[in-house]
């Protein structure tokens, strides 16, 4: 199972996005748990997660988070701000299983 968080100022403005990309993954046949949190519970979400992905309004958060990403060993980056705005599941979806692959090595 892939597991990917998703973090945003409150946890709100990903929600439609984990749906969409919920229903990729489903599609793939990809065993996956997506789930998306507010920035205070990030860090201790980061636990559970293959990889963190960060909602573009939330960029300046990236140098905070990579701390504890890299302590737990899990990859992190920002949501494209043209993916995250047309709320495109397959494309942030397959930004996730990229990070992931790459961590692998």
Avoid: H
């Amino acid at each position: 199972m892939v597991k990917i968080l998703l973090a945003c100022s409150s946890g709100m403005s990903t929600s439609l996005l984990v749906q969409k990309m919920e229903a990729e993954a489903k599609e793939r046949g990809l065993d996956a748990e997506i789930w998306a949190v507010a920035q205070d519970k990030a860090p201790e979400d980061m636990k559970k997660a293959d990889v963190l992905l960060i909602g573009p309004q939330m960029r300046f958060m990236k140098k905070k988070f990579s701390v504890t990403a890299d302590e737990v060993g899990i990859p992190l980056d920002v949501i494209d701000p043209v993916s995250y705005g047309r709320v495109d599941g397959k494309a942030v979806l397959d930004k996730a299983l990229e990070l992931i692959e790459a961590n692998k090595n």
